[in-house]
């Protein structure tokens, strides 16, 4: 949690939000923090570039394109086996998974958990 700048009730809200399902395919457990690598240059984040919480394949699916909408897009025309998954993690990157929403429930929970 520290390494990406969330408290345990921060990161219960990006768990509980898909129900502990990826953000992308929304089958496989959520396990790992994603955060717009373009933001924070450190291993880890700022915290306010998290973008959601993905399974390890996911994960490492966008480690592979280097986060590059482009390159999913290629990928959704050389195998369309796979489109389905693709066009979701495009979705996922497009819409920011969310970011600006994320980090507004974010703050809402750090400021619920320093009111108890």
Known sequence: MLT???SATQQEVLVSLFEGRCYICKVKPGT???HDHACCDRKG???KCV???LCGSCNRLLG???ESVDRLNKLVARKPERAAIYSAAVTYL???AGRYRF???L???QVSEQAR
């Open 4 to 6: 990406y700048s969330l």
């Open 32 to 34: 790992d923090i994603d």
């Open 45 to 47: 984040s700022c915290g």
């Open 51 to 53: 973008r959601g919480v």
């Open 64 to 66: 592979v394109v280097g």
């Open 94 to 96: 497009e819409a920011g």
């Open 103 to 105: 980090a507004k429930l």
């Open 107 to 109: 703050s809402e929970a």
